[in-house]
């Protein structure tokens, strides 16, 4: 299991937190970058986790910015991605188990990273459900066509 991790300058403080949630569950990660912070375009690293996952080299990605919202945005353009922006621990576990979210996204400037490490954990760890919501997510994907 491959996680790609990616963030700009304002969710670099939240980086830290999302690699110890990886490494605890014995997954592999790989930095996309922003590694400090000087200030950078958010797409930038949208398109690299955006890219590794639907590509397969990666099999979940993590994005960060400052409310998670650009990043989310961006990651969302790329065909086959499905990423979803979360604050809160209900919607790190649905975002799994109803949409199988394929990234996660979350914002530097609004969620602290203890928090940050607990939904990383739960989206990590949460099983999609299938079952009727595979239909929803396959409607997800004809509108990309
Ligand atoms: C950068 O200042 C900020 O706009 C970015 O991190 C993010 O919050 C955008 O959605």
């Not at 607990?118 to 760890?125: A, E, H, S």
């Amino acid at each position: 299991m491959k996680v790609a991790i990616g963030c700009d300058h304002g969710g670099i403080n939240l980086k830290e937190a999302v690699i110890k949630a990886v490494t605890e569950q014995g997954m592999e990660y790989e930095d996309f970058g922003t590694y400090t912070d000087e200030s950078v375009d958010y797409p930038d690293y949208a398109e690299k986790v955006g890219r590794a996952v639907a590509s397969g080299a990666a099999d979940l990605g993590v994005v960060l910015c400052g409310t998670g919202i650009g990043i989310s945005i961006a990651a969302n353009k790329i065909k086959g991605i499905r990423c979803a922006h979360v604050t809160d621990a209900f919607q790190a576990e649905m975002c799994r188990q109803h949409n199988d979210a394929n990234v996660l996204a979350m914002g530097g400037r609004i969620t602290s990273p203890e928090d940050a490490y607990k939904f990383t954990k739960i989206f990590l760890t949460t099983p999609f459900a299938g079952g009727r919501h595979l239909r929803r997510v396959e409607k997800i994907a004809a509108l990309e066509k």
